[in-house]
């Protein structure tokens, strides 16, 4: 029998929600079968904290007396460059971005470069971090320089706004060529001696709604330790991509774009991540709530990581998006285990995506349901579906008109 949102929610309030994590919710259906199972269990929780460099933060740091106009200007953050072309005093902090001629940048082996994750993560930490302005004067705007001590609690506004994350699947990362690369997959040997995946796995929100039934614009989200939103797709959502047959896809497929408010966030779960010879970003922790309207959704929610692939790639070339079967397929149980095998050779695995965390994220959630702390939103659009037409698309290189400099 189907279920609502509505019905659920009702449950929820009164302390009669049955909820399990994307992790038992395996073993139960395993036991009690999917009919049954669907009648009793009324939301799935997932959970993912990993790097997502589609991540951002956004300010408003409140006027000076005088007043100044910092867009048009130029901001930093402890050294970090924020962007400032809004109004006067509205900021956007990018987790990537990297201050300038700042020694840490250097790809060289123990050197951990430094940049907006970091600010971030003082910021929500309760940490004072400084802002340097250099305005643009203007008659309502008269003033040119601003340096300060800012933290969270003394800012108008702080969101965390990151335009793509929670990918729903990802590669599996190896290097053939004869040189070690530095890549946001981390450092990668060569002759492929090891290889680096980036997924939660069972537990991951995409992966445990394939197909986009219930997530979309609205869905409410645990998102850095606080409540969140899914805004709607993230940049390159891509749902259509070859797909298993329980619709999960074989490679990167859909994304998500969330926001939240930063003040109600915690550093365990937004964590600033340097990695050498690439830069900075920021790992997140994510958790999405799947309610189980009907048997199909509970049955998306059972996949296991063995029903999971993932395609290896050689990031030493101009990786495709999307080849299944190019250097090989594996399943998550196989990357989990510590090493897969290509051409028959073993190859040592390691997941930049913390599984313990993830399950701790997916139980969190869990409690917050049960305890009528988190309440369903149902959402007001769902993300673009396979038949949307949507589709990622590379950048078609076109010359300047009378030649390229």
Known sequence: MAKSIQEINEKIREGRAVVCDAEEIIEVVRNKGVAKTAREVDVV????????????????????NPRIKMGGGTVTLDGVPAYAGFAA??????????????????????????????????????????????????????????????????????VLFNIRNGYQNYNVAVNLSDRVIYTYMGVLRPGMKNASYCSAGQLSPLLNDPLYRTIGMGTRIFLGGGIGYVVGPGTQHNPDVPRTGRGVPRCGAGTLSVKGDLKQMTPQWLKAASFTGYGVTLAVGIGVPIPILNEEILEFTAVSDSDLVAQVVDYSEAYPNCV???????????????????????????????????????????AWIENGRFLLAEPVELLPSEDSGVKFKALVERPFEGGVS
């Not at 790097?51 to 006027?63: E, I, K, L, Q, R």
């Not at 971005?97 to 050197?111: E, K, Q, T, V, Y």
């Not at 940490?127 to 004067?137: F, H, I, N, R, Y």
């Open 324 to 366: 299944p079967g190019s250097l090989g397929e594996v399943t998550y149980a196989e990357l989990k285990s510590g090493s897969i095998v290509i051409d028959g050779r073993r190859i040592p695995t390691a997941g930049l995506s913390s599984y313990a965390r993830a399950k701790e994220i997916a139980k969190l959630l869990k």
């Open 45 to 64: 929780t997932t959970g993912t904290f990993a790097p997502m460099c589609s991540s951002g933060a956004y300010f408003n740091v409140g006027h000076s």
């Open 89 to 158: 005093v509205d900021l956007f902090l990018g987790a990537t971005a990297l201050p300038p001629d700042d020694p840490r940048n250097s790809i060289h082996p123990g050197r951990f470069p430094f940049g907006g994750a970091h600010v971030i993560e003082r910021l929500v930490s309760g940490s004072d971090v400084k802002l340097s302005a250099q305005g643009s004067p203007t008659d309502c705007y008269p003033r040119r320089k601003l340096e300060s001590l800012i933290c969270l609690k003394d800012m108008n506004e702080a």
